[in-house]
Structure formats: C-alpha cells, structure tokens
Nanobody
Framework: QLQLVESGGGLVQSGGSLRLSCGTTGFTINYYSVAWFRQAPGKGREAISCISAYGGTKYYEESVKGRFTISRDNGENTVYLQMNGLKPEDTAVYYC?????????????????WGQGTQVTVSS
C-alpha cells in the first residue's frame, strides 16, 4: 500500500520555525513531484509549494515566498518544508502529496497520493 506520512508539525510562537517532513511507505518518492498543501479552518486546501521529481523546479505561493523552503533528499526518500518566520495566518493542517508527473503543479488533480496531514499552529 502506497502511503505518505507527514511529521514535524506542532505549536510555535509567531516568528518561529518548523520543518515538516514527508516520507513514504510502499514506494520511492524520488521519481514523483511532491507538493505541500495546507487547509486552514473554514477554508479550502491550497498549494503552497511544490518540487519537481528531480528538484529542478520549485514553486512557492506568494504568501510563503522568502519564508518557506522546499527540498528533497532522495537518499532519505523524504521531502522537507522548512518554514521560517511563521505567522498566525500560517496555522493550518499541512498535507504532502505526490504525483506521478515529473513536473510541478499547484493543482490538486496533479497528485494521486496524499498524507493524513500534520497540524501547524502559530500563536501570536
């Protein structure tokens, strides 16, 4: 069974940092594009960052540019999201998703595998 597993969420004060990890069971993530989505209470799920299969292309949603960094460690079969300068409006459940296309896209339809999500809460 192919699964994605997120970790690294938690409670942090405004201005703090967290690093989210996205690992897999059942497949090698190296050949997949991977995105991070988030869903805040009462809002839709939005893509905030993605990385292409070989890391050559990265995308950041405007509100996280300059604060978040996506990376992948193919040796560890893991994709990371380093989040610095966190703000209360970053509070959400964060999901990683993998797609078989090698390109990076912000569309949910581009990803067939999803994790269960990890909660990030930023206090003011």
């Amino acid at each position: 069974q192919l699964q994605l597993v997120e970790s690294g969420g938690g409670l942090v004060q405004s201005g703090g940092s967290l690093r989210l990890s996205c690992g897999t069971t059942g497949f090698t993530i190296n050949y997949y594009s991977v995105a991070w989505f988030r869903q805040a209470p009462g809002k839709g799920r939005e893509a905030i960052s993605c990385i292409s299969a070989y890391g050559g292309t990265k995308y950041y949603e405007e509100s996280v540019k300059g604060r978040f960094t996506i990376s992948r460690d193919n040796g560890e079969n893991t994709v990371y999201l380093q989040m610095n300068g966190l703000k209360p409006e970053d509070t959400a459940v964060y999901y990683c998703a993998a797609g078989s296309a090698t390109i990076c896209t912000s569309e949910r339809s581009g990803y067939g595998y999803w994790g269960q999500g990890t909660q990030v809460t930023v206090s003011s």
